[in-house]
Nanobody, 124 residues
Framework: QVQLVESRGGLVQPGGSLRLSCVVSGRTLSSLAMGWFRQAPGKERELVAK????????YYRSSVKDRFTISRDNAKNTVYLQMNSLKPEDTAIYFCAAARSGSASDYSWAYDYWGQGTQVTVST
């Protein structure tokens, strides 16, 4: 059984940084493409960043580009999302997701496994 467990989020001041991690068990991470999604209250779930199975290709939504970095350590079965220069509009529940296809998609329906989500709040 594949499980994804995100690290705890938290409350961060605007301009601050936070790193989320997602540990994958039950399947070798190198066989999976990974994505980070987020969902704010009253809004649809949206892709934040994605990375292919090898880590050679990443994609970021425009609003987080140059502030967020997605990375993976296949040896540790862990994916990371480094978030810098956080803004109040980054407040959301963040989810990591895994796709068996190995090719990261923009669409949530293309992902086979999901973490439970972790709350990130950016506020003074």
């Amino acid at each position: 059984q594949v499980q994804l467990v995100e690290s705890r989020g938290g409350l961060v001041q605007p301009g601050g940084s936070l790193r989320l991690s997602c540990v994958v068990s039950g399947r070798t991470l190198s066989s999976l493409a990974m994505g980070w999604f987020r969902q704010a209250p009253g809004k649809e779930r949206e892709l934040v960043a994605k990375i292919n199975w090898s880590g050679s290709s990443q994609y970021y939504r425009s609003s987080v580009k140059d502030r967020f970095t997605i990375s993976r350590d296949n040896a540790k079965n862990t994916v990371y999302l480094q978030m810098n220069s956080l803004k109040p509009e980054d407040t959301a529940i963040y989810f990591c997701a895994a796709a068996r296809s190995g090719s990261a998609s923009d669409y949530s329906w293309a992902y086979d496994y999901w973490g439970q989500g972790t709350q990130v709040t950016v506020s003074t």
